[in-house]
């Protein structure tokens, strides 16, 4: 999985079981394992902050055939 962060004036990371993204940079990805559990943090106050999410999947199978 990965996330994109396109607007992040306030640098607010994405939230993970027992670790979180430290000053995430606009313009930049962030790859990371889809097991690990993750969330939009809470934000107590009126910010934009534009993120992508994308999954990715890779079938080994698929490059035998």
Excluded: M, Q, V
């Excluded at 027992?18 to 939009?40: C, T, V």
Aim: aromatic share 22%.
């Amino acid at each position: 999985s990965g996330i994109y962060y396109l607007k992040n004036t306030k640098k607010i990371s994405t939230e993970f079981k027992g670790y979180k993204i430290k000053n995430p940079k606009e313009f930049s990805w962030y790859i990371f394992p889809s097991r690990l559990k993750h969330r939009p943090p809470k934000i107590p106050f009126f910010t934009k902050r534009y993120t992508i999410a994308a999954d990715l999947f890779f079938d080994a199978n698929y490059l035998n055939k």
